[in-house]
């Protein structure tokens, strides 16, 4: 079965970088989109961005100049969300997650669309 890990969150000053990963197993083959989502207090679930595995291609929610970045370490089968310059907004939950996707070109990234799910792991930015 599909299992996803998150972890790398942590308690971080205003401004400063954080790279979160993603662990995955039970995934067969390429056909996967997966993304990275948010949940800050009071708030619902978010996208951040997303990959799809395959194909490649990403999407960004948010055009944050480059602020944020998705990727993936092939070799080790890991997803990565490198952040910079970190705001008291982006504090939350993170979560990472995994879909069955075969379309190329194109990446899902609605979290209700979304089906194997991490526990999360907490980001916390301090002003």
């Known amino acids: ?3 996803v890990h998150e972890s790398g969150g942590m308690l971080v000053k205003a401004g400063g970088s954080l790279r979160l990963s993603c662990t995955t197993s039970g995934l067969l083959g390429d056909d996967y989109a997966l993304g990275w989502f948010r949940q800050a ?6 996208a951040i961005s997303c990959m799809s595995l395959s ?4 999407y960004y929610v ?3 100049n480059g ?3 998705i990727s993936r370490n092939n070799a080790n089968n890991t997803l990565h969300l490198q952040m ?3 705001k008291p907004d982006d504090t939350g939950m993170y979560y990472c997650a995994a879909l069955e996707w075969t379309w190329k070109g194109l990446v899902q990234c609605k979290p209700q669309e979304y089906k194997y799910w991490g526990s999360g792991t907490q980001v916390t930015v301090s002003s």
């Open 1 to 3: 079965r599909v299992q």
């Open 41 to 46: 207090p009071g708030k619902e679930r978010e």
């Open 55 to 58: 194909s490649g291609a990403k």
């Open 62 to 64: 948010y055009a944050e």
């Open 67 to 69: 602020r944020l970045t």
């Open 84 to 86: 910079g310059s970190l």
